[in-house]
């Protein structure tokens, strides 16, 4: 493995909802929590960032953020009277769970999968939007002691898996073969649990975390669309053009 | 069935008759002989893209199967996967009860239903990487494995009936849970299936509900249970659910009426 490869992978410890050291072997109750979190120490600030560090930006809204909570309608000893919607996370202005990436690009070989983990904790998924290499295995968990029903669409329209899951602690991997935004809903009549996962047939995505930034690396000198994707929001693109010598930087407001 | 189904689907057979058969030539290109079969027996239902719109899809309920996303209900593969070409010979061969798919076995030649196979898969780019080994989750031996009904199996099955919790989807007594609104992968509402009519779309007898069961029906909210129960408690859920609908005594007829046509059943 290049030295390039490496950081792109370690790039996506915080990125993702975990990263390729996480051994599947790992309890399921310390697999799910410790990727989640994703703080201002792990992502570096344009400040910070080495030339490697391609891309870089912050997301911001004037949406407020949702502060809702959605009506539990069933099965109350284990998902509780009501959840909070994760709809829109925002802090002073910036957004979380946007995710940035090129947009049309190809790539020769396909950046190496990694073993992510959906959790669902609460009648909640966590984490609510991650972004995966294309042929990732997402291991499906069962948290809950009551009947999930993992239901995950591609394009938001087709099938890519419908999983029975009843059974607390139970663990279910899937492979994630087609590149695209997958949604995930429960049939099992929890109609507020929703989360994405966004599969790239590339390396240069990022999820942006509670500060609203993103790092895109190792991006090749050339002129690209940067897209940014939000489930409430919508999406917005812009060109960029990256050269060798100095990160580009490039902020959204949606 | 609607009636207006039976009637359409009548009619695709009536077109059907003579000439596709007086075309057949062994030596033809399996796509074209595919091709020409789908135009004459399909598309009236399916539509000449293969996206269930054709011309008489409006007046049937439930709608014809929509090819081009290579979602398909009766597979032997896991979930989000496509069917092997075993699994849609069968649906063909057999039709779909309780739908206007008719049965086709005595309709076309061996030939032509591999032909119109291989045409359907054209639709779809979801079966360009063909069915990956992995994905097959039931295989004929172990249809053929399948142990013998019994009284105790029956009852294991009520057992993992409760567990499984299928009582949120399909109610306590097996007739659906009203409480617990459904809808398909195209955002059209779907009742759970009814066990006590007995018409499973994917056959009634014991393998083909454990197919079901195993690998969940695919454009439906029923899910795959093959990570979440062995093959014995399959077998079993199988039992109990086939039991719903037996009706042996008078006093079963009249305590559990058949509910034929209540509700569409998709």
């Known amino acids: ?254 | 069935v609607t009636a207006s189904g039976s009637w359409f689907a009548g009619l695709a057979l009536a077109l059907l008759a003579s000439p596709a058969r007086a075309q057949t030539a062994s030596d033809q290109d399996p796509l074209v002989l595919g091709e020409q079969v789908y135009r004459k027996a399909c598309v009236p239902c399916h539509g000449v893209r293969g996206d269930g719109a054709g011309p008489v899809a409006r007046w049937l309920d439930p709608l014809p199967r929509d090819f081009t996303l290579g979602t398909f209900k009766f597979r032997s593969t896991m979930s989000g996967s496509i069917p092997t070409d075993a699994d849609l010979r069968r649906t063909i061969d057999r039709g779909i009860p309780g739908t206007a798919m008719p049965s086709w076995q005595y309709l076309l030649s061996v030939e032509e239903r591999d032909a119109v196979v291989a045409y359907v898969k054209t639709f779809s780019d979801w079966f360009e990487d063909g069915v990956y080994p992995e994905d097959i989750l039931v295989t004929d031996a172990q249809l053929a494995a399948a142990p013998p009904e019994t009284e105790p199996m029956r009852a294991a099955g009520k057992e993992v009936y409760a567990r499984m919790e299928c009582a949120k989807c399909h109610g306590e007594d097996g007739r659906g849970n009203p409480d617990n609104p459904l809808e398909d992968d195209w955002g059209r509402p779907i009742v759970a299936f009814d066990f006590t009519t007995g018409v499973y779309k994917g056959g009634n007898s014991p393998p083909d509900v454990y197919r079901s069961f195993t690998t969940g029906l695919d454009g439906t909210p029923m899910p795959s249970y093959a990570d979440s129960l062995d093959e014995t408690e399959r077998w079993q859920l199988v039992y109990y659910c086939l039991s719903l609908s037996r009706r042996t005594t008078v006093r079963d007829w009249l305590l559990h009426p058949p509910t034929w046509n209540h509700r569409v059943q998709r």
Not at chain 1, 150 to 171: C, S, V, W
Request: net charge negative; proline share 10%; charged share 20%.
């Open chain 1, 1 to 254: 493995m290049n030295r390039a490869l490496v950081i792109w992978l370690a790039s996506l410890l915080p990125i993702a909802a975990s990263g390729p050291g996480e051994a599947p072997s790992e309890s399921p109750v310390s697999a799910v929590e410790t990727p989640v979190p994703v703080d201002d120490e792990t992502i570096p600030s344009a400040a910070e960032a080495e030339v490697d560090v391609s891309v870089t930006g912050t997301v911001t809204t004037e949406a407020p953020p949702s502060t809702e909570m959605l009506e539990v309608t069933q099965d109350h000893p284990v998902c509780g009277d009501a959840v909070p919607s994760e709809e829109v996370v925002v802090k002073d202005g910036k957004l979380a769970n946007a995710v940035v990436f090129l947009d049309g690009v190809t790539v020769e070989t396909p950046p190496d999968p990694v073993e992510a983990v959906l959790d669902q904790k609460g009648c909640l998924y966590i984490p609510h939007v991650q972004a995966v290499p294309v042929g990732s295995t997402l291991t499906v968990v069962n948290s809950d002691d009551v009947l999930h029903n993992t239901h995950a669409y591609l394009g938001g329209e087709r099938t890519i898996f419908n999983l029975a899951m009843p059974q607390k602690d139970q663990r279910i991997p899937r492979p994630l073969r087609r590149p695209g935004l997958v949604n995930v809903q429960c049939d099992a009549g929890h109609t507020w649990m929703s989360a994405y996962i966004y599969v790239f047939d590339h390396p240069w995505f990022a999820v942006t975390g509670p500060d609203g930034t993103y790092a895109l690396r190792n991006v090749p000198p050339g002129t690209y669309t940067l897209t940014v994707w939000h489930e409430k929001l919508g999406t917005q693109s812009r060109e960029i053009t990256v050269s060798a010598d100095a990160p580009v930087v490039a902020d959204f407001e949606l």
